[in-house]
């Protein structure tokens, strides 16, 4: 499928908001030898996610789920992004003309790759408009 390598896999896992569950989740991974490259921890009231890029993902999704976790995997697109001001602004402004939500997103920086991961609602459009427009997409292979 074409722009299969600019969707990144993500890792969401569920994680009671009380002392220590993040602990237990954090050991899981360990027991299970997932490396996080990145992460974003989000709260509500009764719960948190604890969203992760990690090595093999395939694989970290059902090493997670076979210890118990209740885990999902969503995909992001990612845009390279300089440190200056209005860096986002491009990439924003494509997908919203494009009528493409972001649901949410987060910073990423790791062996020459700044980038903003972004949750949206079509990530095959929102490939295919960023392309188009020329703003330089992170793949899957640089995570």
């Known amino acids: 499928m074409a722009g299969e390598e600019e969707i990144i896999t993500q ?4 994680v009671n908001n009380e002392p220590g569950r993040l602990a237990g989740v954090a050991r899981t991974l ?3 030898g997932v490396n996080m490259k990145a992460c974003n921890l989000a709260e ?3 719960f948190g996610i604890l969203r992760a890029l990690v090595d093999d ?7 997670i789920r076979a210890k118990g976790l209740i885990v999902k995997k969503t995909g992001l ?11 986002l602004f491009g990439a924003a402004d494509v997908l919203g003309r ?7 997103g987060y910073a990423y920086s790791r062996g020459g790759v ?4 972004m949750r949206v609602d ?5 490939v295919k408009a960023l392309g188009g427009a020329g703003i330089p997409l992170v793949k899957s292979s640089e995570i």
């Open 11 to 14: 890792l969401s896992i569920f």
């Open 30 to 32: 360990k027991d299970a």
């Open 44 to 46: 509500s009231t009764e």
């Open 57 to 63: 993902p395939e694989g970290a999704f059902e090493k």
């Open 77 to 87: 697109v990612g845009v390279r992004v300089e440190d200056s001001p209005g860096a």
């Open 98 to 104: 494009a009528g493409i939500n972001i649901e949410y």
């Open 114 to 117: 700044e980038a903003f991961l």
């Open 122 to 126: 079509d990530p095959g459009k929102a």
